[in-house]
């Protein structure tokens, strides 16, 4: 990023959805000689086709049918002296991509309506989480356009192959997430890690992402814990070759085990309410993990 930055090169960034694409965009954009200038965002699989013309290229007034008083400025009008950065490219409809090809090569806008093109400066990246060479062969993006815009290509690897930025990733979210609600979690347990380190991380950086959060709603303590780790993962993945449900369950048993052990015997009726009512689990759960136990205890 630090050597393109400098250039104006199109850039075209590819990964799977989450991995940080609009986040190397904006990367790129600030380390450039146009940090002064906008950085115009447009997502083409967010608009609807009959949208998507008029807001990038705009139009004058009177174009057409309920066309606004005195016209509307196009986004690549707005990223002009700056970047525009159109993410899931792959989604532009074939009827604009022509259009689009045009101005990244003259460097000229035609609004909608308008007598005559605008010339523009602007630097643009794009991005997809589609193969765009398979688009290519199947007649769904434009070949020409393709090479245009795959000057320079940036690949993000997915989050399961470069397990190693978990680490920073975390200490990240988590000083953004103790902001937002207040709060002060230190870090996460090595538990936590390990089994963070474990998962593959399907929806990659936003979901890592989405989970500390979810994580700093539940958790009490100064240090995110298994007890917090949403149902997902402990689900799917996998400590030291074993399955973490299943340690989570022993772990409970010998909370419960310990919490007995502390009564006299014989265990009465009075003895398994205190105990649900500091746990906050109802008899029944209770009485399931007592069976389970009952033959351990003392």
């Not at 089994?195 to 399907?202: A, E, L, M, N």
């Not at 979901?207 to 007890?227: K, P, R």
Request: charged share 30%; proline share 4%.
């Amino acid at each position: 990023m630090k050597q393109i930055a400098q250039y104006d090169s199109t850039v075209l960034i590819t990964g799977e959805s989450g991995t940080g694409k609009e986040l190397i965009a904006r990367a790129t954009h600030n380390l450039s000689n146009r940090t002064d200038a906008p950085l115009i965002s447009v997502n083409c699989a967010a608009l609807p086709e009959h949208l998507i013309e008029s807001e990038l290229f705009g139009y004058e007034e009177g174009a057409f049918t309920g066309a606004r008083k005195g016209g509307k400025p196009g986004k690549i009008i707005l990223a002009n002296h700056g970047t525009l950065f159109l993410d899931e490219i792959g989604d532009m409809p074939l009827s604009l991509q022509a259009k689009l090809l045009r101005v990244i090569q003259e460097k000229k806008v035609d609004t909608i309506g308008g007598l005559s093109p605008i010339n523009i400066d602007i630097r643009f990246i794009t991005a997809t989480n589609k193969n765009l060479q398979e688009m290519v062969k199947k007649g769904e993006f434009r070949e020409d356009l393709y090479y245009r815009i795959n000057v320079i290509p940036i690949e993000i690897p997915p989050l399961r192959k470069r397990k190693e930025d978990i680490e920073d990733l975390l200490g990240y979210f988590i000083n953004m997430v103790n902001k937002k609600f207040n709060k002060n979690i230190a870090g996460v347990s090595l538990e936590v890690m390990k089994v963070f380190k474990s998962y593959d991380w399907p929806g990659n950086v936003r979901e890592l992402q989405n989970c500390v959060e979810y994580m700093m709603n539940f958790e009490e303590s100064n240090y995110l814990t298994l007890d917090s780790l949403p149902k997902k993962l402990i689900e799917k993945s996998t400590f030291k070759g074993r399955n973490l449900k299943e340690m989570i369950k022993q772990y409970e048993l010998k909370i419960i085990k310990d919490m007995i052990d502390e009564f006299p015997q014989p265990f009465k009726e009075e003895y398994a309410r205190n105990i649900c009512q500091e746990l906050n689990i109802s008899r029944t759960s209770f009485y399931r993990k007592y069976k389970e136990i009952k033959s351990e205890l003392k």
